[in-house]
């Protein structure tokens, strides 16, 4: 029983230290186009404000020049998303 208290014990830990990772440094250039500073984001939160004025939140888990895969589409249980890049106005992110 102390094993497995132990066990859970650390895990918890774990997964709280992992969730309280600093996000990766946000770092857009001139140069770079809408695809290309989308895939700098793969696997982290983020909100994108859509050219209709709409902004969808969740997990960018793809980024090509044509389409973004958002998972876990914030307030939507059970959604993804699949956006258009040209349809793309912002990309919000948490830094801190």
């Known amino acids: 029983m102390r094993t497995l208290t132990a066990?859970?014990?650390?895990?918890?830990?774990?997964?709280?230290?992992?969730?309280?990772?600093?996000?990766?440094?946000?770092?857009?250039?001139?140069?770079?186009?809408m695809a290309s500073l989308l895939a700098t984001r793969i696997n982290t939160l983020v909100t994108?404000?859509?050219?209709?004025g709409e902004?969808?939140?969740?997990?960018?888990k793809a980024a090509g020049n044509a389409l973004v895969?958002?998972?876990?589409l914030a307030?939507?249980?059970?959604?993804?998303?699949?956006?258009p890049v040209e349809r793309i106005e912002a990309v919000i992110v948490r830094i801190r």
Do not use: W
């Not at 066990?7 to 996000?23: D, I, V």
């Open 7 to 33: 066990t859970l014990a650390a895990s918890l830990l774990a997964f709280g230290l992992a969730a309280n990772a600093a996000p990766p440094e946000f770092k857009p250039s001139a140069k770079m186009d």
């Open 48 to 52: 994108l404000k859509l050219s209709s």
């Open 55 to 60: 902004e969808l939140t969740g997990t960018l």
């Open 69 to 72: 895969h958002l998972n876990q």
């Open 75 to 83: 307030g939507r249980e059970y959604f993804d998303a699949a956006i």
